[in-house]
């Protein structure tokens, strides 16, 4: 059975070699010509680096707001300007504010007696 096989096989690759070399042109251009075509059709490809382009729909809610967050607070992106220009020099600390109640923090007397608290605190912490 083996003997069979090897000689079937033999046989075989021996007409393939003897068909690929009476035709070499066809067996030298087909391979850079299907290359060529199928190199021109990926050249309509490009690159998607942005993740959220990948993973979310084109009208999610998502992206409409960080459109609508990126036109109201415009950020300067631009390769020449560090990150460091976006700070002044100094010291700097977060605050976190919780009400028991359910009232805006964000009025104008709740952010005065924040900052006045946190003015006294920092002072005392100096002294």
Do not use: W
Not at 90 to 118: C, E, P, W
Request: hydrophobic share 40%; proline share 4%; aromatic share 8%.
């Amino acid at each position: 059975m083996r003997q069979v096989l090897h000689r079937g096989l033999r046989t075989c690759f021996s007409r393939l070699g003897h068909f690929i070399a009476s035709h070499p042109v066809f067996f030298a251009s087909a391979p850079v010509l299907i290359s060529i075509l199928l190199g021109a059709s990926f050249s309509r490809y490009q690159v998607e680096e942005s993740v959220e382009h990948l993973l979310a729909p084109q009208h999610s809610l998502a992206k409409i707001e960080r459109n609508l967050v990126n036109s109201l607070f415009p950020v300067n992106r631009s390769k020449h300007r560090l990150y460091s220009d976006l700070q002044t020099p100094g010291r700097y600390g977060r605050v976190i504010v919780t009400s028991f109640q359910k009232a805006n923090m964000l009025d104008q007397h709740h952010t005065d007696l924040i900052l006045k608290q946190s003015k006294n605190a920092l002072a005392c912490h100096h002294s």
